[in-house]
T-cell receptor, first 117, second 113 residues
Framework: AQKVTQAQTEISVVEKEDVTLDCVYETRDTTYYLFWYKQPPSGELVFLIRRNSFDEQNEISGRYSWNFQKSTSSFNFTITASQVVDSAVYFC??????????????FGTGTKLQVIP | DTAVSQTPKYLVTQMGNDKSIKCEQN?????MYWYKQDSKKFLKIMFSYNNKELIINETVPNRFSPKSPDKAHLNLHINSLELGDSAVYFCASSQGRPNQPQHFGDGTRLSIL
């Protein structure tokens, strides 16, 4: 069975600090997909990034970067020079590739990030 | 142009009542989902439909009944509402393949008095 662990329940940082959100996953599949979603205080869930299990290349998008390491089953998310607008709950999620062609996503429990001005 | 829209946004009702939440997507996706998010922000899949067929049905009380009249709509009907049903319910859609991200509605906050 697939599992996603986000051990950090809440993190507070001061604006402009860097912060890393941890995500550890478990799966028996060799093909799987990892996602990050953001849920700001307004409540909507916004897709941020997807990673395939066969592509360990890290990705940077502006102040956001993602570090995918299969050896440690981790897919961590770093925000550089955090801003107040980054305050949100961030969810890591896992979708296995062999779920009968359909998608069943397991979400982590979320990490609440508070950026203090 | 809202991609996934669900109504109502807020639903306040008394225990024992029956209520429905509607969801529509205009993304051309073939798969739709209902999630429940509790007060601790845990997101749990409830149901998933692919081209109007039920493909995921997690351990959910049978008071909850999804209905998909077509692949662009997935409604959720709840009978005999209980206090524990209070939560935010999210509708989502995707292309249904494991590598596709899901697109979420804004959520429906259900409060049971």
């Amino acid at each position: 069975a697939q599992k996603v662990t986000q051990a950090q329940t809440e993190i507070s940082v001061v604006e402009k600090e860097d912060v890393t959100l941890d995500c550890v996953y478990e799966t028996r599949d060799t093909t799987y997909y990892l996602f990050w979603y953001k849920q700001p205080p307004s409540g909507e869930l916004v897709f941020l990034i997807r990673r395939n299990s066969f592509d360990e290349q890290n990705e940077i998008s502006g102040r956001y970067s993602w570090n995918f390491q299969k050896s440690t089953s981790s897919f961590n998310f770093t925000i550089t020079a955090s801003q107040v607008v980054d305050s949100a709950v961030y969810f890591c999620a896992l979708s296995e590739g062999n779920s009968g062609g359909y998608q069943k996503v397991t979400f982590g429990t979320g990490t609440k990030l508070q950026v203090i001005p | 142009d809202t991609a996934v829209s669900q109504t109502p946004k807020y639903l306040v009702t008394q225990m024992g009542n029956d209520k429905s939440i509607k969801c529509e997507q205009n993304l051309g996706h073939d798969t739709m989902y209902w999630y429940k998010q509790d007060s601790k922000k845990f997101l749990k899949i409830m149901f998933s439909y692919n081209n109007k067929e039920l493909i995921i049905n997690e351990t959910v009380p049978n008071r909850f009944s999804p209905k998909s009249p077509d692949k662009a709509h997935l409604n959720l009907h709840i009978n005999s509402l209980e206090l524990g049903d209070s939560a935010v319910y999210f509708c989502a859609s995707s292309q249904g393949r494991p590598n596709q991200p899901q697109h979420f509605g804004d959520g429906t906050r259900l409060s049971i008095l």
